[in-house]
């Protein structure tokens, strides 16, 4: 970054906050790409409870796990771009 001298070492483009990721420019792209990564990694690791579970109770652990990430800090999605809220596709 110019004009920031030594400074400029420290800077990172992503800033988290609460468990909210922003982007340097204040987008939300940051944290629907941290969000979706962090679903399929821990539905991968639910599938390796699979055999141990019925199909109804697996169901039931996938949808509560992802709808508590999708849940947590929803209000701040408001307003966000139809390309963005895509990636939660």
């Known amino acids: 970054?110019?004009?920031l001298g030594s400074l400029s070492t420290y800077v990172k483009?992503?800033?988290r906050n609460l468990g909210v990721v922003f982007g340097s420019c204040l987008s939300f792209n940051a944290q629907v790409s941290?969000?979706?990564q962090t679903c399929c990694m821990k539905t991968q690791l639910i599938s390796k409870?699979?055999?141990f579970?019925?199909?109804s109770y697996l169901e039931k652990v996938i949808?509560?796990?992802i709808t508590c990430r999708l849940d947590y800090c929803n209000a701040s999605y408001s307003g966000i771009s139809k390309e963005t809220f895509i990636g939660f596709n």
Request: glycine share 6%.
């Open 63 to 65: 949808h509560r796990f």
């Open 53 to 55: 579970l019925s199909f």
């Open 49 to 51: 409870v699979r055999p």
């Open 34 to 36: 941290k969000v979706v």
């Open 13 to 15: 483009q992503e800033a």
């Open 1 to 3: 970054m110019p004009g």
